[in-house]
């Protein structure tokens, strides 16, 4: 069994920067790979980004190529997801994944564990 735990989320305004961490506790990474998905209040959850564990290749949704960047911390088993030039569209749940094999996908129902998620504000 996997836990994945986030932390990070809060209230920014426009263009500031936030830092999302997901903590896994349970099972080593290994061939894994680590996704971080968003929900805004009444839309469908929205691929962020996604890392392959082993190699660090990196994976973006076209909404935050450019803003955002997803990178690991293998020694303390930790994926982080920094959030630069924030829009108030990026207010939403952000919620860490991971996927139990190294092939990257950027569908929701490709991932076997979930953290509990962790609330972004934007205001403008």
């Known amino acids: 069994q996997v836990q994945l735990v986030e932390s990070g989320g809060g209230l920014v305004q426009a263009g500031g920067s936030l830092r999302l961490s997901c903590a896994a506790s349970g099972r080593t990474f290994g061939t894994y790979t680590m996704g971080w998905f968003r929900q805004a209040p009444g839309k469908e959850r929205e691929f962020v980004a996604a890392i392959r564990w082993s190699g660090g290749i990196e994976y973006y949704g076209d909404s935050v190529k450019g803003r955002f960047t997803i990178s690991k911390d293998n020694a303390k088993n930790t994926v982080y997801l920094q959030m630069n030039s924030l829009k108030p569209e990026d207010t939403a749940v952000y919620y860490c994944?991971?996927?139990?094999?190294?092939?990257?996908?950027?569908?929701?129902?490709?991932?076997?564990?979930w953290g509990q998620g962790t609330q972004v504000t934007v205001s403008s």
């Open positions: 994944a991971q996927r139990r094999s190294p092939v990257v996908v950027t569908s929701e129902y490709g991932y076997d564990y």
